[in-house]
């Protein structure tokens, strides 16, 4: 959530470990400006009951859709739901130009301001439609657009995204499969995604149990060939979250994830025996 230009932190459901939508009132204030829900994982967040919250409260609603393009919730996609949204196209995400990203403007009242932004500051757009008879700076803005190279680049991975999209669902749902028998031994806990959430195969993660050495079984799943890793320090208590803003009320289900989430390798062309290594070596050095 964004209170007056601060971010304020409140933590997440245990289930999808996206923004528990029942925490956002208690941590609403005169100075909120916006709700920030992050797609995580490229699964929904709980947008209903998070625009109700902002319509009752008179707020803006800014996606993070970063890992959501191509996912879906109650059949909108991410990123379209709020006033704004935004998408990544980093080397790391499932559609990719290397670097750089872009914005969905879902609020007609936000359109001309993000024109300006985009346009170096100035009025540009204006010009260029006719509407003013030269274009001059308005505000803050930089040098968003992309080269042209970057941008065909990016078309041709836009061109594919359902494919793409398609094949990293197919190995999401294979490794959910092979781990079932894993997570009824109570040997890890698989991604829950609702149904109502249709989801891009972002990534694929398992949370350990209470208690399991993460930094023992990483070490295990190297020695064997295996590439996994852990995912991000909680904004709340990185540095500049410390400095720059504050959390609201205990963040214990953040803690927990961050402590015990192991992201295995994704990636279109990942084979099924190269799977079966993965799995395997999960077997090899996982408690129990």
């Given at each position: 959530?964004?209170?007056?230009?601060?971010?304020?932190?409140?933590?997440?459901?245990?289930?999808?470990?996206?923004?528990?939508?029942?925490?956002?009132e208690?941590?609403?204030?005169p100075?909120?400006?916006?709700?920030?829900?992050?797609?995580?994982?490229g699964?929904?967040?709980?947008?209903?009951p998070?625009?109700?919250?902002?319509?009752?409260?008179?707020?803006m609603?800014?996606e993070?859709?970063?890992?959501?393009?191509?996912?879906?919730?109650?059949?909108?996609?991410?990123?379209?739901?709020?006033?704004?949204?935004?998408?990544s196209?980093?080397?790391?995400?499932?559609?990719?130009?290397?670097?750089?990203?872009?914005?969905?403007?879902?609020?007609?009242?936000?359109?001309?301001?993000?024109?300006?932004?985009?346009?170096?500051?100035?009025?540009?757009?204006?010009?260029?439609?006719?509407?003013?008879?030269?274009?001059?700076?308005?505000?803050?803005?930089?040098?968003?657009?992309?080269?042209?190279?970057?941008?065909?680049?990016?078309?041709?991975?836009?061109?594919?995204?359902?494919?793409?999209?398609?094949?990293?669902?197919?190995?999401?749902?294979?490794?959910?499969?092979?781990?079932a028998?894993?997570?009824?031994?109570?040997?890890?806990r698989?991604?829950?995604?609702?149904?109502?959430?249709?989801?891009?195969?972002?990534?694929?993660?398992?949370?350990?149990?209470?208690?399991?050495?993460r930094?023992?079984?990483?070490?295990?799943?190297?020695?064997?060939?295996?590439?996994?890793?852990f995912?991000?320090?909680?904004?709340?208590?990185?540095?500049?979250?410390?400095?720059?803003?504050?959390?609201?009320?205990?963040?214990?289900?953040?803690?927990?994830?961050?402590?015990?989430?192991?992201?295995?390798?994704?990636?279109v062309?990942?084979?099924?025996?190269?799977?079966?290594?993965?799995?395997?070596?999960?077997?090899?050095?996982?408690?129990?």
């Amino acid at each position: 959530m964004l209170r007056g230009g601060v971010p304020v932190f409140v933590d997440v459901r245990e289930d999808t470990l996206n923004l528990d939508e029942s925490r956002i009132e208690a941590a609403i204030t005169p100075r909120t400006r916006a709700i920030v829900p992050v797609h995580y994982a490229g699964v929904a967040c709980e947008m209903d009951p998070i625009m109700d919250i902002a319509r009752r409260h008179g707020l803006m609603v800014i996606e993070d859709a970063a890992q959501g393009v191509m996912s879906r919730y109650r059949g909108r996609p991410l990123g379209a739901i709020g006033d704004l949204g935004t998408f990544s196209f980093h080397e790391t995400k499932n559609i990719i130009s290397g670097e750089g990203g872009a914005l969905i403007v879902g609020n007609a009242d936000l359109v001309e301001r993000a024109e300006i932004i985009r346009e170096k500051g100035t009025d540009r757009s204006r010009f260029f439609r006719g509407q003013v008879d030269k274009y001059t700076w308005q505000e803050a803005g930089s040098s968003f657009l992309p080269g042209e190279l970057i941008a065909s680049f990016l078309w041709a991975q836009l061109e594919e995204a359902q494919a793409i999209t398609a094949a990293r669902l197919a190995i999401w749902a294979r490794y959910h499969a092979a781990l079932a028998p894993f997570e009824l031994a109570g040997r890890l806990r698989r991604p829950v995604v609702p149904d109502h959430c249709a989801h891009n195969a972002h990534l694929y993660y398992i949370l350990l149990p209470e208690g399991a050495d993460r930094d023992a079984v990483l070490r295990g799943l190297a020695e064997r060939g295996v590439g996994a890793v852990f995912h991000y320090v909680p904004l709340h208590s990185s540095p500049a979250g410390r400095r720059f803003g504050r959390a609201v009320g205990n963040m214990q289900v953040t803690g927990m994830a961050a402590e015990r989430l192991i992201r295995l390798p994704v990636w279109v062309g990942l084979g099924p025996e190269q799977q079966d290594r993965v799995i395997e070596a999960l077997d090899a050095v996982l408690p129990g």
